[in-house]
């Protein structure tokens, strides 16, 4: 079962949205927003 799962989310889904949801992650990190704001 959960090889048909990992089948189905690897040919579902781009591969840039897990990059995204990562980056979507790294918002928990302390200090990240201000470094986001400063590069941005």
Same mark, same amino acid.
């Given at each position: ?9 690897? #040919?579902?889904?781009? &591969? $840039? ?11 928990? #990190?302390?200090?990240? &927003? $201000? ?6």
């Amino acid at each position: 079962m959960r090889n048909i799962l990992r089948k189905e989310m690897r #040919l579902g889904t781009l &591969p $840039i949205v897990y990059f995204f949801v990562l980056f979507g992650f790294m918002f928990l #990190l302390p200090g990240y &927003p $201000i470094l986001c704001g400063a590069i941005s």
